[in-house]
């Protein structure tokens, strides 16, 4: 066997391990065999790798330094499917990218200031700027802190996430079909109404009423729900067809598994959180629930908290219907399974120009364990 050094990495509400890319072949169509074999997919239960039988524990990150001007580090997310022999490299990981600071400042990346270090870095999945500004202690990322993050046990160092120039990041428009406001076929059911955005990652957006639900519901309830999951599926396979990710909406689980994401929202209501507390509506703008890889996350995926902030202003969505009563420039609140995911905007919005120029998140990570990993020749 073969031995690759590697850390294993919290980051946000996800998990996973990360590489220097100059610790992998130069071939990158090995990778895939290696990731695969790393997570021990696509075993559901992943007994034999690191993987954790969730999306969100399946996360592989690659980090590089950059020739690029002002750019310090590269990266690449690597979502790999639990339960079968695939990676996909389709889209970036927000929760994630939350490690990719704190790995650059403790393997001697990026030149070290304190208290805090910014970290320049280009995910390569979309080809967009990260900046991530990273507590430091004793020229180490710090650890503690004081900062609690809704899905994750205890608090620790803040990071603040800015994502430079969102819009478009894999149709190229902040709108793929063009429209505020989409309706749908969906076979089986019927018409639904939808906003489909490109910000971060392209997201579909559809009221929890229209698919029978309050808004509130949990993923352990949802995730046991075979006809909704059913639903939800045909409805990320028909947007992903009217976006050109496939040629047949029937491809899309097959072929881009990872995005587009679809999310649910209602009004801000009073629920009990996983954690068995009651988060309050005074506490959010809206509800909201998000599938990644046909389950409910947990706690909420980055990439779709910016697509939904950035929703929410834009006028005619179907979320800023519900919203146009509320001042949300600078601010959106998203009540989540876990708890509130705040996240900060910076938007040009007048009658002529609706322009994303940065979004930004605040999140923690912390780093598992440093060593290697053990996998068969490639």
């Not at 390569?124 to 202690?137: A, D, M, Q, S, W």
């Not at 598994?257 to 703008?285: C, G, H, I, N």
Request: proline fraction near 5%; include cysteine; charged fraction near 25%.
């Amino acid at each position: 066997m073969k031995e690759i050094p590697c850390t294993f990495m919290r980051g946000g509400a996800c998990k996973g391990v990360i590489f220097h890319r100059s610790d992998l072949p130069k071939d990158v169509k090995k990778w895939d065999d290696i990731f695969i074999q790393v997570m021990g997919s696509p075993d559901p239960k992943q007994v034999d790798g690191l993987g954790g039988g969730t999306s969100s524990n399946n996360k592989v990150v690659i980090v590089s330094p950059s020739e690029k001007e002002g750019i310090d580090v590269e990266y690449t997310t690597v979502q790999v499917i639990p339960d079968k022999p695939q990676a996909d490299y389709k889209s970036n990981c927000g929760n994630m990218t939350s490690t990719v600071g704190p790995f650059a400042v403790d393997e001697g990346l990026v030149e070290i200031s304190e208290p805090f270090t910014y970290v320049k870095a280009f995910n390569t999945n979309t080809e967009k700027v990260v900046e991530i500004k990273v507590p430091v202690e004793n020229g180490r990322a710090a650890a503690k802190g004081t900062y609690k993050f809704a899905g994750v046990l205890g608090t620790a160092a803040e990071l603040a996430l800015t994502f430079k120039d969102p819009s478009g990041t894999v149709t190229g428009k902040l709108l793929p079909t063009g429209n505020n406001v989409d309706t749908l076929e969906i076979p089986g059911y019927g018409p639904i109404e939808m906003t489909i955005i490109d910000v971060a990652s392209p997201l579909v957006i559809i009221r929890a009423k229209d698919i029978g639900l309050k808004g509130t519901e949990l993923p352990g309830e949802l995730n046991n729900r075979r006809e909704l999951l059913e639903l939800i599926r045909k409805i990320r396979g028909v947007a992903s067809q009217r976006i050109s990710l496939v040629d047949n909406w029937e491809d899309a689980e097959a072929q881009t598994p990872s995005m587009p994401k679809v999310a649910f929202f209602s009004e801000a209501q009073d629920y009990l959180s996983m954690e068995s507390k009651t988060v309050y509506r005074s506490e959010m703008d809206f509800c909201s629930r998000i599938i990644s890889i046909q389950k409910v996350h947990n706690a909420y995926v980055f990439t779709g908290a910016i697509a939904m902030a950035v929703a929410a202003n834009l006028k005619g969505s179907i979320l800023n219907d519900i919203l146009s009563d509320k001042d949300l420039a600078k601010l959106v609140r998203i009540g989540h399974p876990s708890g509130v995911m705040p996240v900060s905007l910076d938007i040009k919005n007048d009658c002529d120009t609706f322009e994303v120029e940065g979004v930004t998140l605040k999140s923690t990570a912390r780093k598992i364990m440093k060593g290697v990993v053990y996998v068969n020749d490639y």
